[in-house]
């Protein structure tokens, strides 16, 4: 399946929500698109859960809090409640490739796991 499949719309456009600043200094926001299992390996190496991660983007400064531009996103259907996708990202000057894990659940598309390369070039 590909980025014209429904789901992988659906995980597409919760990515780019939660890319969005406004989405992320919202604990409420970024709460209402992360599964509740929800974790992630982020681009300084370390691991996150649900509860870390919307307190830290919660407390961002204004830099830290700047735009994210993503670019090359893709998708594939990997199961149908299952949505993969790849991304690669550049926020105040660092870049990271990305790879985010997207589940169906009764509430809607939520993003169930994350991880976050950093590269150079």
């Known amino acids: 399946m590909s980025d014209r499949d429904p789901a992988v719309a659906a995980a597409v456009q919760g990515e ?16 209402a698109l992360l599964h509740p299992e929800f974790h992630e390996f982020g681009a300084s190496g370390r691991h ?22 993503a670019t090359g996103m893709k998708g594939v ?19 990271a490739h990305r790879s985010s894990l997207w589940r169906r659940t009764p ?9 976050a390369t950093p590269f150079t070039g």
């Open 16 to 31: 780019l929500r939660l890319l969005d600043p406004g989405v992320r200094s919202s604990p409420e926001l970024v709460g």
């Open 107 to 115: 509430s809607g598309w939520l993003l169930y796991f994350h991880q």
């Open 77 to 95: 259907v990997l199961a149908p409640d299952l949505v993969h996708l790849t991304f690669d990202t550049e926020h105040n000057g660092r870049r």
């Open 48 to 69: 996150w859960d649900r509860s870390s991660i919307i307190a830290a983007l919660a407390g961002a400064t204004d830099r830290e809090a700047g735009p994210v531009t």
